[in-house]
Each structure stands twice: as structure tokens, then as C-alpha cells.
């Protein structure tokens, strides 16, 4: 109970801090441009609500939007080099392809905008408004996302943030040569089942969910810091409090126009879900240590571009108990090695197939408790996939199929493979309706008897649509399926959600979330269904 006192008042504290910065108005964060003052990173954001920003007058905007358009540009050029070289990012490389205008990607002063040549994408809307919104460098994006290439179907952000197209951006806080993004969320939920098990009780919980992204702001190169948390407070079953927090750094070294190196570390603690192949519905939770470390080189050829990565990311298991007895979950950790190429071919800025092979190594320093075999294990990822661009308002993302496959070195447990579905993509099919689709691939980890291994599905669609600018309504539907291929584990999940978000201003996000979770594992005595609701509101700024 005082724990549970504490972290209100902490949550007060917080609140009455948050308000203090959030209420000032936007006008009066940005000098006026007409008195004299210097037109601001605040100033370019709150421009308006949908519009890409730079850092340029309105009027200059206007004026080179129209000269692009009508051909009249003096500066414009439409030799054969330039067609081949266009000022956007790489296929998959948000972000990491060179700026042949002069600029280097990465800082928010903006060149002449790209003219786009597919006569597709004029049709779709006024020609004023192409070259400001159809293919913008990256420096008008207001959130500066810059560094979020490594792994296109997770790290991504900007087809997420086409789905969302939220009527006000985030101003951010200009801190030196950086830009602050701070946010904190408070909340409360409701579980029907608790503990993901048949019969479960039901308990109410306390959410706060603080969070920041510091990102530079420079003409060349790049750095992003960011921390995120997660505080949980249940009502009857502190044993699932979560108290999760993630810790990430990136960053971008600009070798030439056309080439870059790319690289991350981050740390994350979190509680196992119960929903988890290993995890117990009993006692305590395990506490799952993550460290990740991912270096990336970029190259491109006019049309053609390559990526070379690898990366290290270490997974180490709490114990847990129950009833007094403590078990030690030394034999799930393990260490995954990871090298991936992957090379495209822009046949235009919006659709660019690709290829990509990646190679791991899963190193268990022991061997399972539950049959002393080592999990060791050795794969392989064959992916064929399109690129839709990080630029587009019609489509954004990727989207692959391919066949991937995980052996393991003991002879006594089976190979687990099967053909791979990935996407991270965003359909804009109206101007108040997107379709959002995520799907991955991959193959489960698991210390089950005499089991190498689950394949694991999931494919998730989610649509969002504007009632209002202010008033969006969600609903989605995300298919999983885990199946070690040897009719031991087959758990499949069905998860139905609706949601509605009104923006009270640009800094205000009330909202309400809604889940239905149908679980079917091997076996009658697995299956259970269960409600979430969700609600509160979000500060940001």
C-alpha cells in the first residue's frame, strides 16, 4: 500500500512538472519572423498540422513549390544523373542514403525539393503540393527521424507515423543543437485474466509510462538518445508490476553522399509476459536483461544500394519463485550473432525490390534443465521483398516473403523452418482512412523437452480513421501462431482491439483502448480468453 502511495504522489510530481511546460502556448516559444527574429525548429513545426515543414519563410516555400511544378525553376535540371540520384534515402535505408543536393541527410535546413517523375503519383494530388509532400528530404519531418534503418520491420518508424497522421506534431524542446521530445502517460487498466491461464482472476492497475527522445540537429551526421518506462501498479497481484525500462543510443557517420555508417546499443529490463513459451502462471515473474549492440554500412551505386550489418544482442533470465522455492533460469540465456546483406534497385522512389540474407548464431553457455541438451542453435533468412519508400502518402514501408530455417547442433532435436512473411507497411487509402499491416517471422526460443524450437507467426491489420482531426477511432485484428512442428507446442492467439484518441490540443492526448484475447494451445486445459481496457491520457511536447 505505501508503495502504492508513493507512486502516486511521484506521478503528482511529475504531472504538475509536465503542466508547468506544456501550457505555454507555442507563439510563445518562436520569435516573431516579421519583428526580426530567427525562424525557429518550434516555429517550423507548429506550421501546420500535415503540411512538411522546413526551415525556410512560407512564401519561399510556396515560390519554389510553384517553380518546381510548372518547370520554371532556373535551377531545376532534368539531365539523366539527376533521375538516378534523387535526394531521398535509400530503398529499406531510411535515412542512411545520401543527399546528392549538397546537404548531407540529417539536418533540417532542406535543399530544393526532388521533382517526382511518376505521372501516377502527380494524379494523386494538386501539383503545387508534389514536391513538398510527396518526396521530402529528410529534414522536414519535424520528429527528425533520421536513424531508424537497421532492421526495416522493427525499427522503421515513419510508416507508423503515415498511419497515425496525428493533426498536431510534438513542437519538441530545443536543447543546444539538439531537439527534446519529452512525453508521459498516466493511466489505468483492467484484466479479466491476470495470470493468461484458464480461470484467472480479474485486478485493476495504476499506469505510468514516462518517455523522451533527444535528437540532434546538424547538417551532417547524426545521434538519437532515448529512454522509455514502464510502471504498472495492480490493485491484488503485485507479482505483476511491471517496472520495464528501455535505454537506446543511435547514431550516423556520414562518409560521403553516398555512403554511411550506422550504428546502435541500447539495454532493456523487462518482466516476462505470462503469455510467454516458458513463463510460468504461478509466482513470480522472470526479470529478462537485453543487450543490444548493431552496426551498419550503407552504400549506394545511383540505383543500386547495399547494406551490410551485424549484431550482438544478449538475453539473460531471472529467477523466479514460487512458494518459497527459487528456480534458476540460467540455462535460458543465451547470445545471438547476427550478420545480414541485404541490396535493391530503385526503379523509382516508391518501389524498389530488394533482396536480403541473413546468417545467426544462438550461443547457450548450458545445457537445458529440462532434458540436459544444449539449445545451440545455427539459421538462415532468404527475403524477396519490395520497398514502398519512407517519403510516399499513398504507401510506406516493406513487405517480403522468404524461407528461413534454424538447426540445432545437438542431433537430437529437429530442424524448425517454414516460409517467412515480414512487413512493416502503411496504405493511406483515404485522406481520413489508413490501413496499417505488421507481420514477422521467426523462430521461438524454448526449453521444453526434447523441443529445438517454435516457429512463430504473427500478422497484425489495424485501421485508423479521422471522425474528426481532433476525434480518430482505431480497430485491428493480429493473428500469432507458435508451432515447434512436432505436435508438442501449436499455441495459437487471436487478438481483436478498438481504440479512440481525442486530441484535446497539441500537447493533450486523451484516449481509451479496448482488447479481446482468444488463446488455443495443445490441449484443452491451455485455452482461455480474456479483456483488457485501457484509458488515460498523454502529455507531450
Do not use: C
Amino acid at each position: 500500500m505505501v508503495d502504492r502511495l508513493i507512486a502516486w504522489l511521484i506521478s503528482g510530481i511529475v504531472a504538475v512538472t509536465l503542466s508547468g511546460v506544456l501550457v505555454p502556448s507555442v507563439r510563445a516559444q518562436v520569435p516573431n519572423a516579421a519583428q526580426g527574429g530567427e525562424t525557429t525548429i518550434s516555429e517550423s513545426y507548429a506550421s501546420g498540422p500535415t503540411r512538411p515543414v522546413s526551415l525556410q519563410s512560407d512564401s519561399q516555400d510556396d515560390d519554389d513549390a510553384d517553380a518546381a511544378a510548372s518547370g520554371d525553376d532556373p535551377n531545376s535540371k532534368t539531365t539523366e544523373q539527376d533521375l538516378l540520384e534523387p535526394n531521398l534515402p535509400a530503398d529499406g535505408d531510411a535515412g542512411l542514403a545520401a543527399d546528392t543536393s549538397g546537404a548531407v541527410d540529417g539536418g533540417v535546413d532542406t535543399a530544393e525539393p526532388f521533382e517526382e517523375t511518376d505521372p501516377a503519383a502527380r494524379e494523386a494530388r494538386d501539383g503545387g503540393d508534389i514536391t513538398l509532400v510527396e518526396n521530402p528530404p529528410a529534414g522536414y519531418d519535424p520528429l527528425l527521424f533520421q536513424i531508424e534503418d537497421l532492421n526495416p520491420y522493427v525499427d522503421n518508424r515513419t510508416p507508423r507515423r503515415l498511419f497515425r497522421q496525428e493533426p498536431y506534431d510534438p513542437v519538441g524542446i530545443k536543447v543546444g543543437s539538439f531537439v527534446l521530445f519529452p512525453e508521459v502517460e498516466f493511466g489505468a487498466s483492467y484484466y479479466s485474466n491476470v495470470f493468461h491461464a484458464p480461470g484467472s482472476p480479474s485486478d485493476w492497475a495504476m499506469d505510468v509510462k514516462p518517455g523522451a527522445r533527444l535528437v540532434s540537429n546538424w547538417g551532417t551526421h547524426a545521434l538519437e538518445f532515448r529512454a522509455v518506462g514502464v510502471l504498472s501498479f495492480y490493485n491484488d497481484f503485485p507479482t505483476e508490476d511491471d517496472r520495464d525500462y528501455t535505454l537506446e543510443a543511435r547514431g550516423r557517420l556520414d562518409i560521403t553522399k553516398r555512403a554511411n555508417i550506422q550504428a546502435l546499443i541500447s539495454r532493456q529490463q523487462y518482466l516476462e509476459s505470462r503469455s510467454a513459451l516458458d513463463s510460468s502462471s504461478v509466482g513470480t515473474r522472470s526479470v529478462i536483461d537485453t543487450d543490444r549492440a548493431e552496426l551498419a554500412y550503407n552504400q549506394r551505386f545511383n540505383r543500386l544500394s547495399y547494406q551490410l550489418r551485424g549484431s550482438v544482442q544478449d538475453y539473460t533470465y531471472g529467477s523466479v519463485e514460487d512458494a518459497g522455492v527459487v528456480t534458476s533460469n540460467s540455462d535460458r540465456d543465451y547470445t545471438i550473432y547476427e550478420e545480414t546483406f541485404r541490396t535493391s534497385w530503385e526503379f523509382k522512389p516508391s518501389f524498389s525490390p530488394y533482396f536480403e540474407f541473413a546468417y545467426n548464431h544462438r550461443d547457450y553457455g548450458e545445457a537445458a534443465q529440462s532434458d540436459l541438451i544444449n539449445r545451440t542453435s545455427n539459421g538462415q533468412r532468404y527475403r524477396f521483398g519490395v520497398s514502398f519508400g519512407n517519403t510516399g502518402e499513398i504507401l510506406r514501408g516493406d513487405i517480403s516473403l522468404g524461407y528461413g530455417i534454424q538447426t540445432p547442433e545437438d542431433s537430437r532435436l529437429h530442424a524448425v523452418d517454414g516460409l517467412t512473411f515480414d512487413a512493416n507497411a502503411t496504405w493511406r487509402a483515404t485522406a481520413l482512412t489508413s490501413v496499417l499491416l505488421n507481420a514477422s517471422t521467426d523462430v521461438s526460443e524454448t526449453t521444453t523437452a526434447n523441443v529445438g524450437g517454435a516457429f512463430y507467426r504473427t500478422v497484425g491489420v489495424e485501421i485508423r480513421h479521422e471522425f474528426k482531426s481532433y476525434l480518430v477511432a482505431s480497430a485491428g485484428l493480429i493473428y500469432s501462431n507458435q508451432n515447434s512442428q512436432d505436435g508438442v507446442i501449436n499455441d495459437t492467439e487471436w487478438r481483436q482491439t478498438a481504440g479512440i484518441e481525442y486530441y484535446a490540443n497539441r500537447n493533450t492526448v486523451l484516449f481509451g483502448k479496448y482488447a479481446h484475447v482468444d488463446f488455443n494451445g495443445v490441449g484443452a486445459p491451455n485455452d482461455y480468453v480474456g479483456d483488457e481496457v485501457h484509458f488515460g491520457v498523454r502529455l507531450r511536447q
